[in-house]
């Protein structure tokens, strides 16, 4: 079982923006520009291969949508889609993952030295105090909302 099985189980708090038969998503713990969400699909494999060819289009599909809803929901202006595809990669959590990480103008250098951080495993991970997990609800309220 991965740390995604129990948050999809909802054995551990998470703030979801999307919930279907072949995958969720969810605010990341630790994100790299405010909105940060993962796409995550509830068949708990480590790479993209590793799914089936529908599951892995609908994956990308929902990431599409997030986008759109983050552009919608907190101003953003455009977002990376990024995936460590595999421990050799720098993955952190052996369970496929697509990061939706927003962008909102004139953020280059700290996004920029926080995505080097995140892909070098030098990020600290961690789960956030209750006023952390607050700002994630709120942020996922919005989006969630924007995706309906
Ligand atoms: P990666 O390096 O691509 O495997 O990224 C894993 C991401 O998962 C990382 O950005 C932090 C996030 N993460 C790890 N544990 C948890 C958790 O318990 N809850 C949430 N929401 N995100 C988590």
Redesign the pocket.
């Known amino acids: 079982m991965t ?1 995604f099985d129990h ?1 999809i189980a909802g054995a ?1 708090p ?1 703030s979801f923006v999307h919930q279907d038969e072949r995958c969720v998503a ?5 994100p790299i520009t405010p909105g940060h969400v ?1 796409v995550v699909p509830r068949q708990s494999v480590a790479t993209l291969d590793a799914l089936d060819a529908e599951a892995r289009a609908h994956l990308w599909e929902v990431a599409r949508k997030v986008g759109v809803a983050q552009r919608q929901a907190l101003g953003s202006v455009a977002q990376h889609l990024l995936v ?1 595809d595999g421990p050799g990669a ?4 052996p369970h496929v ?1 697509i ?1 939706v990480i927003p962008r909102y103008g004139g953020d280059t250098l700290r996004t920029v030295t926080r995505l080097i951080a ?1 892909v070098s495993m030098l990020a600290t ?1 961690r ?1 956030p105090r209750e006023k952390g997990r607050e700002q994630l609800q709120a942020l996922a309220q919005r989006i969630a909302t924007a995706m309906a």
């Open positions: 740390i948050l551990l998470a969810f605010m990341d713990i630790s993962l460590n720098s993955q952190s959590v993952h990061h995140h991970r789960r």
